[in-house]
């Protein structure tokens, strides 16, 4: 998550209830891997939202936090939603915030059964270097020590973690291959081919989300067309990024359907496929996801 993906549209007036010809077709197991639903752009019709993602075939939500409290709301989201499950974890922007107590806090939470990840955890180099934000931003050494620490973490609780990589793919590829053992995924990724393999090699996962729908996205078909079929993941990252035809508008979970569809045609496969696969490296990573 950024603070400034694709612009969010209308509010929840402008997604009604959706016709059944939206429902992922043929695609009976859907897993979204990244998904803000604890954000207020869905506190008008969460549940709706819910229900929608579960009708098109959405047996999963991965709800990541970005601080304690986000966190900490996400798992009452979980168990509130049977198919919502939990990463707790510090974003990199928000790492000032990160010491022994809140480390323990995490280590805590941590031990929720449908808290399946350590996440949003990784490095942000852009947002430090905008001059006009008016938030505070961890600085990128601060970056790098916390996400050494969550590293940490995730090792010592034997969780996958959930990376953010903004303008810092050497680095974070470094701390990653300072970390064996650890595996996770790069969550929507915005890399090349080379850097996909890379985190391949590293038993990483590569996370596709809508971008993957826009045509100028060259660099992403690549990655959704010749990287291992084993090591791919679909998302949404919603609230944003939403795809093609809904961009610049709220995403939302169910729109799932729409990246998978995408990454079937780019590979020449039926969704189906793409569903079945995805979902099946989906458990894989996410061994604490149970079957719906």
Known sequence: MTKDKEPLGPSPSDHPSRPRSEAAPDASSLIDTHCHLDLNQFDADREAVV????????????????????????????ERYEPVYV???????????????????????????????????????????QPDREWRCASPETQRRAFRRQLDLAAELGLPVIVHDREAHTDVMIGLEDSPGVTGVLHSFSGDLALAEWAVDLGFYVGISGPVTFKNSRDMHEVATQIDFERLLVETDAPFLAPHPHRGKRNEPAYVHLVAQQVAQLRKCDTISVARQTTENAKTLFQRIREP
């Open 51 to 78: 229900a929608r993602a579960v009708e098109g075939g959405v047996t999963a939500i991965i709800n990541p936090g970005v601080d304690l409290r986000s966190s900490r709301a996400a798992i009452a989201l979980a």
């Open 87 to 129: 990463a707790v974890g510090i974003h990199p922007t928000s790492t000032d915030e990160l010491d022994a107590e809140s480390l323990q806090a995490l280590r805590e939470l941590a031990q929720h059964p449908k808290v399946v990840a350590i996440g949003e955890i990784g490095l942000d180099y852009y947002w430090p270097e």
